[in-house]
């Protein structure tokens, strides 16, 4: 900051020039952020994954002397049961189990017995969804599809790099890099696990099933694979097939014989998370145009159409979490979350009603959007001279949103020309990914059905706001739908359903991958659409 | 009548008209206009003006690169006529400028060729995710003074340090001031691994070169030059 006062500076551009103590207010790390976890409950179905099966061993048969696990695979047999294996990890527990009660609850995965419970006893999964910056899980009764706790967290990886480029980055310059980011986020995921089990009085050691989906970069480093290659153009996965792996061998604390799952990448910047996402909103999408956008940091575009599903990947960049925004923050309580400019007034909305402290990813969108409208600034986002009081030279120009005497941290909350900057960059790489996959497909943006948005910012951001800015192509409004946290929904339907997690794999292969930089004229329409 | 071509050059590349500019650019020519004082008074002018408007927040990104997009055209046809008649000792000198393997990201190493040759430096442009070895052979071939190596992604930097390790390595660290620039490169990096210099905007690149190529110190001999970082 160039101008002195009050002794604050901005952290991102202080460098200190020795020893300095960092004191961190308490309110910035309780402060509960707008997370999201709206995913909704799965149905379960014809083809659970894991199914409980309660048995009564015919004792009749143990006086021939037969082992307690032959005892129960015959026992099986006569119910019509046919169990290829008893896992390690259940045979240790099966005969202190049956010899507690007279019947005993199987867990049966694909044949194989995993786990045993006592009757009665709830048979659980947990779905987690691994964003960049975000995680979601979800705790859920296997047998009714029921969300039984929810928990949010921020990746504890930011640390390491705030986008995944830096957190590769970061890998290829510390030797311990790869194993330091898979283990904070395997730790944190753990830490969520119990905390979920927690709130409910239920035992982590009953959760038979996971199912974890992330970004590819995310996937890659939280199962220990080589990111390297995902540096370097063309960005190639080193694993994009699914995987099913034993949770203790993983280091994921469920049941000893749980497993783990994550669903199909697709390419090295759209990984499993796009993939859940694009099965929890395949019914949505397989009538007429559809388009599905997954906004956040990196976000996923795919275009539907006559049976083609194209998928892009845009740098939309931090700014929408409220990064590289002067006063932006992250959406919790205090941050300008809606804003409305008209009759030389400037009207605010923030997190909890409290006193404006700064803007979340929706707030900056909206003052763009009506300082446009206001002429306040023009199409290409620059102040216009005498329209409105600024303060400030060059790129720290601001508009006063709300002056100090009635913000909640005492300095006027404003907004410059950088910041508008930023947000130009962030839309036009939304929007050029929209508009070279609908080039791909020979189409318009007015034959679109349906612009279905998912994730944290989409389910907040102001339709009209986007439209405004030329993020989003102009249709009706009743052709948006904000879906919420999709990617979590998805997970928790293949936490469920092998009927679901093979209709991921046949999405996933089916989908073509646009790479938008080959694309000709990529730059052109990059700035085309950067004019607001 | 030249004023006004040169007002017309000026106000064409300034608004980032490619077409018009080189069309503009062969009339001046063809009037009798010294390719010298077309650079010096149109093209340099605007590009100088438009970048200070850019840093000001009074133009934004597209302009800029559009001007950039005008003043190369333009360039191109007066490198041409300066080499055609006085040789190329009329240049200050000759830049080897792509971006660093493993990174695509152009705009900003287009605009520094712009820049670069509106201001008297012969430009040969590589292009994106060149290797090491292939910035090596290439500024072997064009007799380069300077090799400019740009990268926007973080991932892409160590192959600058592999650049100028490889030059210490075939011995020929001292044939070329090598220079880097780009978004996540910082004057502490460059110095770091011992670049000849660092840019912190394309303006501040052409600043560098004007210095590097005037200072009459060899390759790797002198402190990193840092042009206009952040303080």
Redesign the interface.
């Known amino acids: 900051m160039k101008k002195p006062g009050a002794g604050w500076r901005l952290a991102c551009r202080f460098i200190p020039e020795g020893d300095i103590t960092v004191f961190v207010p308490p309110e910035s790390l309780t402060a509960t952020q707008r997370l999201q976890l709206e995913g909704k409950a799965a149905e379960t179905g014809a083809d659970p994954v894991v199914v409980p099966v309660e048995i009564r061993p015919d004792y009749n048969r143990s006086g021939a002397g037969l082992p307690d696990d032959v005892l129960l695979r015959e026992s099986l047999a006569s119910a019509g049961i046919v169990v290829k294996k008893f896992q390690y990890p259940v045979l240790k527990e099966l005969s202190g189990t049956l010899r507690q009660e007279e019947k005993v609850r199987l867990v049966v995965r694909q044949g194989d017995v995993t786990g045993v419970l006592h009757p009665g006893e709830a048979l659980l999964g947990v779905a987690i969804d691994a964003g960049t910056t975000k995680l979601a899980g979800y705790l859920l009764d296997m047998e009714t599809g029921e969300i039984l706790a929810r928990k949010a967290a921020m990746n504890p990886q930011i640390a390491y790099g705030e986008d995944v480029v830096n957190r590769i980055a970061h890998c290829a310059q510390h030797k311990d890099g790869r194993s330091r980011l898979r283990s904070v986020l395997l730790e944190k995921v753990n830490t969520m696990v119990q905390e979920m089990c927690g709130e409910r009085g239920l035992s982590s050691g009953k959760i038979m099933e996971a199912v974890i989906v992330g970004n590819t970069v995310v996937h890659h480093l939280l199962c220990g694979f080589p990111v390297k290659q995902l540096g370097l153009s063309p960005y190639i996965p080193s694993v994009g097939e699914a995987l099913d792996v034993a949770a203790a061998e993983f280091g994921l604390d469920i049941s000893t014989g749980g497993r783990l799952y994550f669903p199909e990448n697709i390419a090295g910047y759209i990984g499993g998370d796009h993939t859940a996402m694009l099965l929890a909103t395949e019914q949505e999408r397989s009538n007429g145009v559809v388009l599905a956008l997954d906004i956040g940091t990196n976000t996923e575009v795919t275009l539907s159409a006559g049976g083609r599903t194209l998928s892009c990947a845009c740098a939309s960049g931090p700014a929408f979490e409220g990064a590289h925004i002067h006063y932006g923050m992250r959406a919790s309580e205090g941050a300008i979350e809606g804003v409305m400019i008209g009759n030389g007034k400037v009207l605010i909305s923030t997190i909890e009603d409290k006193p404006a402290v700064g803007l979340c990813g929706s707030g900056i969108l909206d003052a763009v959007a009506e300082l446009r409208k206001a002429d306040i600034i023009d199409t290409r986002g620059c102040f216009v001279n005498s329209a409105a009081e600024t303060v400030g030279e060059g790129m720290e120009k601001s508009f006063v949103l709300v002056p100090r005497n009635g913000s909640g941290s005492g300095r006027d909350i404003t907004v410059c020309r950088r910041d508008i900057n930023e947000i130009q960059l962030a839309k036009a790489a939304i929007r050029s990914g929209i508009d070279i996959l609908l080039r791909k497909m020979d189409m318009k943006a007015e034959v679109l059905d349906r612009v279905i948005i998912a994730g944290a910012f989409g389910s907040y951001l102001n339709i009209k706001s986007a439209i405004r800015i030329g993020m989003l192509p102009r249709l009706t409004a009743e052709k948006f739908h904000q879906i919420g946290n999709a990617a979590g929904t998805g997970a928790m339907q293949m936490l469920l359903s092998s009927g679901k997690r093979e209709a991921a794999g046949k999405i996933a292969k089916n989908i073509e991958f646009i790479e938008l930089n080959s694309e000709p004229g990529f730059r052109d329409i990059f700035m085309q659409n950067m004019y607001i | 009548m030249s004023e006004n071509k040169i007002e017309l050059l000026n106000e064409a590349v300034a608004t980032g008209e490619v077409d018009d500019t080189v069309r503009l650019t062969r009339e001046a020519l063809d009037s009798g206009i010294a390719a010298m004082d077309i650079i010096k008074e149109a093209i340099e002018p605007a590009m100088k003006d438009i970048g200070e408007r850019f840093?000001?927040?009074?133009?934004?990104?597209?302009?800029l690169?559009?001007a950039g997009d005008a003043a190369s055209g333009s360039m191109d046809l007066l490198i041409d006529k300066l080499v055609s008649e006085g040789g190329e000792s009329v240049l200050k000198g000759t830049v080897v400028l792509g971006v660093m393997?493993?990174?695509?990201?152009d705009?900003g190493k287009n605009l520094v060729k712009a820049l670069l040759s509106a201001n008297g430096f012969k430009v040969l442009d590589l292009g994106i995710?060149i290797t090491a070895k292939q910035f090596i052979e290439d500024a072997k071939k064009a007799n380069a003074d300077i090799i400019a190596c740009s990268a926007l992604?973080?991932?892409?930097?160590?192959f600058q340090r592999e650049l100028i390790e490889l030059l210490g390595a075939m011995g020929i660290r001292e044939n070329y001031y090598v220079i880097v620039g780009g978004g996540?490169v910082t004057a502490q990096w460059a110095q770091d691994i011992k670049a000849d210099g660092y840019g912190f905007t394309g303006a501040d690149c052409v600043n560098l070169c004007k210095k590097l190529v005037d200072s009459g110190e060899k390759p790797s001999k002198i402190e990193t030059i840092v042009e206009g970082a952040?303080t």
């Open positions: 840093g000001n927040g009074e133009a934004f990104l597209p302009e690169i559009l393997y493993g990174d695509h990201h705009i995710n992604l973080t991932t892409s930097l160590p996540p952040l």
